[in-house]
């Protein structure tokens, strides 16, 4: 198949998500954070957001059923301060108003105060707060200084609530937190945020040297998890909501629906208008192989132009690659749509391979714990 045919058969054309990076700053220093430039301020110059915005503009499609999601994260979004947050938000307005954009952000809600809350209303932001549990969960959440940044985490996410600003979280599950899954959703229930997205650390960016979890670590986590999910539907766990999609589209015969998903690019805009594709953790990664992964800066090209060329680009290229390899060799393949572009890099060095840890962890341990889950009922 030609290699044009071979992206657009696995890449969809018009991305769904666009990650911007309103500053590279951030005020914590979390572990296992893998952002090479969290310590740098670099805001984003209005050209730069006015150019997202007419590239969004280009590939907006007013029969979508949903818009464009446009979401600030990539370093500490609040870092910028709303003065400067408002005058990027400004050249999307006519697209939000007009219901082709959304946007959202991933926040660790260390900055969040009544004026923030007042902001987020304002523009219609989903918020995603970052928080890995219980204090003693969340210890790997700190300042520069070392010091713990959970009392402030809860006292920002305490003024989301006060003002009646609903929320979502992302919790990273460390090779020392997997084994308290009870521990972490409890608390998540308690929390008040609509859903939880459980991301098991990988290595990738500058977090290279931690020890991950284990698959067998994995599969005890993702069998307690679910169990939790069934006796409390009242928190939706992204992984196990997903799995379950999946299962009822086979099951009521739509498996050609769920085949015919297209990755995402992913186009995530830098603060200097540099754009990688396929994995927001390749943005400021240096490697001359790939030519830094740089697929174009929007102040000379529009992110729609990019994507018409992606497939010249090596490590997309690759990643078509290994998608193929994925699908000729792997039973979970029709479930998990290939490892993710910047996992592959990370631990193989390459994108044309085709498992990766994040693979056996976040999807295969899922899979597995499910179906020893129903084994084991229909033996009891």
């Not at 932001?125 to 010091?147: E, K, M, Q, W, Y």
């Not at 379950?244 to 995402?264: E, F, K, N, S």
Request: hydrophobic residues 40%; proline residues 5%; contains cysteine.
């Amino acid at each position: 198949m030609h290699t044009l045919a071979r992206y657009r058969h696995r890449i969809a054309r018009r991305p769904s998500t666009v990650i911007v990076q309103g500053d590279t700053l951030c005020d914590l220093n979390c572990f296992y954070c893998y952002l090479p430039h969290r310590r740098r301020r670099t805001p984003m110059p209005v050209p730069v957001s006015e150019a997202v915005a007419r590239s969004i503009a280009e590939f907006t499609d007013t029969t979508s059923p949903r818009p464009v999601e446009v979401v600030w994260h990539a370093g500490e979004p609040l870092a910028v301060g709303r003065t400067r947050l408002a005058e990027l938000l400004a050249p999307f307005e006519p697209l939000r108003q007009a219901g082709l954009v959304e946007h959202s952000i991933q926040t660790n809600a260390v900055m969040i105060t009544p004026a923030w809350c007042d902001f987020f209303t304002e523009y219609g932001f989903r918020i995603g707060v970052s928080i890995d549990g219980p204090a003693a969960l969340n210890r790997h959440r700190v300042d520069r200084s070392g010091r713990p940044a959970f009392d402030r985490i809860m006292k920002g996410i305490g003024r989301l609530r006060e003002h009646e600003v609903r929320f979502s979280a992302i919790s990273v599950v460390s090779a020392e937190s997997i084994g308290a899954p009870e521990s972490l959703l409890d608390f998540m229930a308690d929390l008040g945020c609509r859903s939880v997205g459980l991301n098991v650390e990988e290595r990738e960016g500058v977090n290279t040297d931690r020890a991950v979890p284990t698959v067998e670590q994995a599969h005890e986590f993702w069998r307690r998890t679910i169990a939790w999910s069934r006796a409390h539907p009242g928190l939706t766990v992204r992984e196990v909501d997903r799995l379950g999609a999946y299962l009822r589209a086979v099951r009521y015969g739509r498996h050609a629906d769920w085949d015919r998903t297209l990755i995402d690019p992913i186009p995530t805009v830098a603060s200097n208008g540099d754009v990688v594709l396929l994995s927001p953790e390749l943005a400021g990664i240096t490697d001359p192989a790939y030519e830094d992964f740089r697929a174009g800066n929007v102040l000379e090209q529009s992110i729609g132009s990019m994507l018409d060329r992606a497939h010249h680009l090596r490590y997309v290229r690759e990643f078509v690659t290994g998608l193929d390899k994925c699908e000729a060799t792997c039973q979970f393949f029709g479930f998990c749509r290939g490892a993710q572009a910047g996992n592959r890099y990370f631990e193989n060095g390459r994108l044309d391979t085709t498992e990766t840890n994040h693979c056996r962890v976040s999807r295969q341990a899922l899979v597995t714990a499910l179906s020893d889950t129903v084994r084991e009922e229909q033996a009891a």
